[in-house]
């Protein structure tokens, strides 16, 4: 497994390979936010950019979701994968803000996963980019990358990466890591044919030493 010291070593050679990582979704405000993480889900960043300016603009406030119908909100988001689900996820989350939460975005894990759609991912997005509260986000790339670079076992579960970022990284670099980590998912260590001959981190990574062995 990666030490501490290797792991902040490896986020130092990301941090120069990928400067300034930040969440690609585009919201004005910690609700808009919580509405595009939510439609986010198997779905692009680039897809959910799309379709939010018009879904925003007709359901400016949880009350105007809350009020709709759910066929009125699929209209807006249709293109989007899982769009019935969503839809209905959206409608419920949105009427448990006004009921639960003043109609305010609340700022705590047992809060947010309260809220229809919200899972631990979601929450951990919501409160590291709408309130810079310290939080570390897992998804396919993160679970690829750390189980590559050996930060986390081969078995680890969703909750055992998360936890192993945030026991070898500083706190006020989770929310930086986790960004810089899906750029570099994208990017570079892809699931299938990564750039392994633009990578910083061959020295440490299972995929980068069979790359370097290919080599000879």
Not at 126 to 148: E, M, Q, W
Not at 197 to 211: D, R, S
Request: hydrophobic share 40%; glycine share 4%.
């Amino acid at each position: 497994m990666l030490s501490k010291t290797k792991t902040r070593w490896a986020f130092d050679q990301l941090y120069t390979l990928i400067p300034d990582a930040k969440g690609a979704l585009v919201a004005d405000s910690p609700f808009q936010l919580l509405i595009a993480v939510m439609l986010s889900a198997q779905a692009t960043d680039v897809s959910v950019n799309k379709v939010t300016p018009k879904l925003f603009r007709d359901f400016p406030t949880p009350t105007s979701f809350a009020n709709a119908s759910l066929e009125s909100i699929e209209v807006d988001i249709h293109s989007i994968g899982l769009y019935h689900n969503k839809a209905k996820h959206i409608k419920t989350c949105c009427q448990q803000l006004i009921a639960d939460f003043g109609g305010e975005v609340p700022q705590t894990h047992a809060e947010l996963e309260q809220l229809a759609g919200v899972g631990r991912k979601t929450a951990n997005v919501v409160l590291g980019d709408a309130f810079n509260v310290p939080s570390f986000a897992v998804d396919t790339h993160v679970t690829r990358i750390a189980k590559r670079l050996r930060i986390s076992a081969q078995n680890a579960s969703v909750i055992q990466i998360e936890r192993d970022f945030q026991a070898k990284l500083p706190e006020s670099d989770w929310v930086k890591a986790h960004h810089t980590l899906i750029l570099f998912g994208r990017q570079y260590c892809t699931a299938r044919n990564p750039k392994c001959q633009q990578c910083p981190l061959l020295t440490i990574c299972a995929a980068g030493q069979q790359y370097l062995a290919d080599r000879g």
